[in-house]
C-alpha cells in the first residue's frame, strides 16, 4: 500500500496531501503547507473510450464535483489567500505514451474568475499528483469497479441522448442544407454518424450546474 501522505513541490511553495480512508470509490486528500482544504479523487472512463474505466479524476474540494457542489467555504485555498477554486483533472493512460495522460478541465475562482498563472499551476500540480497517487494504490481496482457501477446508465442514457442529437441534425442538414452533389451529402452523412459520442464535461462547481447533462446528477 502506497504512503498516505504525499509532498508536492509548486510554484506556491510545498503542499503537503494526506489520504484519508478511502470511502467507497473515493480517496479525499486534506492539504496542508502552501494550500489548504481538500480534493477528491475517483475512477472515471476513459475520455477517448466511454465503456473503459481505466482513469482517475481529482477535483477541488471535498465531494465528487460531477455529481454534487461543495459550497464555496469547503474549496480549497492557497495558504496566504481568501480566493477558494473549483476544477478537476483527469489521469489517463495511453498506450501511445510513456507515461500516463492529463486532461486539465478549467479553473475557475469561487467568483467565476480565472485564476493567476502561478495559483492554476500550483493547483493544476496538486490535482495531479493526488491523481497519481490514487492510480498507484492497491486498491484501485476496487475503486475503478466501483466508479463504473455508479456511472455506467448515465453514460449510456448520455450516449443514447447523443445518438439521436446526431442523426436528428444529419437529417436537418440533409433536408435543409445547400444543395449538394448526392456523393458529398453521403459522404457528410457518414461524418456525422462517425463523431465521437464520448460526453464533453463542463467544469465542476456551481457556474456549471446549470449546464451540465442531467444526466451527471442521477444515481
Partial sequence: MTSPSLIVDTPAGPVRATAGPRQDDAV??????????????TGTHHPHHWDQFTAVRACLGPVNAYQTTAPDDALPRLTRSRTRYHGSLTLYPDDHADRPQVSVYPMTSADGHEPPEKTAATLTAV????????????????ILDLSRQRDTAALLRFLTWSAAHHQARSRTLGAGGPRRPAGAARRRGRLVDRRPLVPRFPAPGPAAGAGRPPLLGTP
Avoid at 127 to 141: E, G, I, K, N
Wanted: aromatic residues 4%; proline residues 3%.
Fill in 28 to 41: 479525499v486528500f486534506e492539504l496542508g503547507g502552501a494550500m489548504r482544504g481538500s480534493v477528491h479523487v
Fill in 127 to 142: 490535482l495531479r499528483a493526488c491523481a497519481a497517487h490514487v492510480a498507484q494504490r492497491d486498491d484501485l481496482p476496487v
